[in-house]
């Protein structure tokens, strides 16, 4: 069980708009940074997302992520079938001393 | 840019030690970054095993805590994990990364650069 909750899997058709969730607590989302990893199938997580709201170099400006309390999301616009992947949220916990992800979500572009 | 690659054995016996080590290349183990191990096993979703610092500071998930070593040698630009005892449950793909911080802002924590990965089976 993860400490950062996510739905398991989210689908929307091409061109619309999807929202990733991420509920935490006040240790992790309610301190500290969100950051939003994409991992295609086969492949290493990439960052997406970073500091809650922030793209690196290269990213998309579809994708991007906001943070309130103790939740975060994530929402991508315009979808595309290379938008297919599962998408993990991510905080550092000063609880726990570390890193803590969500679950994952399954993104499906119908 | 920097550059993050696994190296180790893909097999290991029930019982014994996983050491993995990653080779780093274009960063200089700078104050602020954290160099980390994160795991996933097969079909499941992340899981963050530890870091160490430029100084060997370590921190550890505290579900692991009690098996796992993390250590830093900057003479050959690398890192390395150590996981004793280990049973079918530690068989995953090991990622390591590289965790980037600021000094004046201590909510910012990111794992910014990952490693391709190495899938480790832990199996008689």
């Known amino acids: 069980q993860s400490v950062l909750t996510q739905p398991p899997s989210v689908s929307a058709a091409p061109r619309q708009r999807v929202t990733v969730s991420c509920f935490g607590s006040?240790?992790?989302?309610?301190?500290?940074?969100v950051n939003w990893y994409q991992q295609l199938p086969g492949m290493p997580p990439e960052l997406l997302i970073y500091y809650d709201d922030l793209l690196p170099s290269g990213v998309s400006d579809r994708f991007s992520g906001s943070r309130s309390g103790t939740s975060a999301s994530l929402t991508i616009s315009g979808l595309q079938s290379e938008d297919e992947a599962d998408y993990y949220c991510s905080a550092w916990d000063d609880s726990l001393n570390g890193v803590v992800f969500g679950g994952g979500t399954k993104l499906t572009v119908l | 840019q920097v550059q993050l690659q696994e190296s180790g054995p893909g097999l290991v016996r029930p019982s014994g030690t996983l050491s993995l080590t990653c080779g780093v290349s274009?960063?200089?183990?700078?104050?602020?970054?954290?160099w980390a191990w994160v795991r996933q096993p097969p079909g499941k979703g992340l899981e963050w095993v530890g870091e160490?610092?430029?100084?060997?500071?370590?921190n550890y998930n505290p579900s692991l805590k009690s098996r796992v070593t993390v250590s830093l040698d900057r003479s050959r630009s690398q890192f390395s994990l150590r996981l004793t005892s280990v049973t079918a449950a530690d068989t995953a793909v090991y990622y390591c990364a590289r965790g980037q911080t600021l000094p004046d802002n201590l909510s910012y924590y990111v794992l910014d650069v990952w490693g391709h990965g190495t899938t480790v089976t832990v199996s008689s």
């Open positions: 160490v610092n430029h100084s060997g500071s370590t």
């Open positions: 274009g960063d200089s183990f700078s104050t602020y970054n954290w």
């Open positions: 006040s240790s992790n989302i309610g301190s500290n940074g």
